[in-house]
């Protein structure tokens, strides 16, 4: 057999089912490849949950503690300006709840504009995703 340009006169005679097989076979392989790169970014994600879950728990149940403290000692100071009136103690748990309403529906605001602005899809695989479309459009194109 002769060679040229690295490809044997073989490789120009095998059956047209041949072809299909072998095209087939890489399509599947492709197709697994990016499934299990998919799988492995899912999975990653899910690993780091659930080593955080323990940490955050703890977390809030102390930040929560010391919320409650902390409103407590405000309310205290903001009753304190209103030392004479009788509903001093009304006056200072609405004026704190108040405030602490707004700064958490501005904290909840800017959080959802964030998730909303990032996302939770895994964006690397649907990249990578598109530009196989798009290079398989383009061979499709340049076989015919």
Partial sequence: M???NGHSVADHERPLASIVTEIKDEVKEFAATRFEMLKAELQEGVA???RVIPAAAAAMVLLATAYVLFTLAIVGLVAVAFWNNPYRWFFAFLIVSVVLAIAGALTAWMALRRLRAHGLFPKKTVEVLKADKIWLQNEARSAS
């Fill in 48 to 50: 780091t949950i659930k």
């Fill in 2 to 4: 002769s060679r040229t």
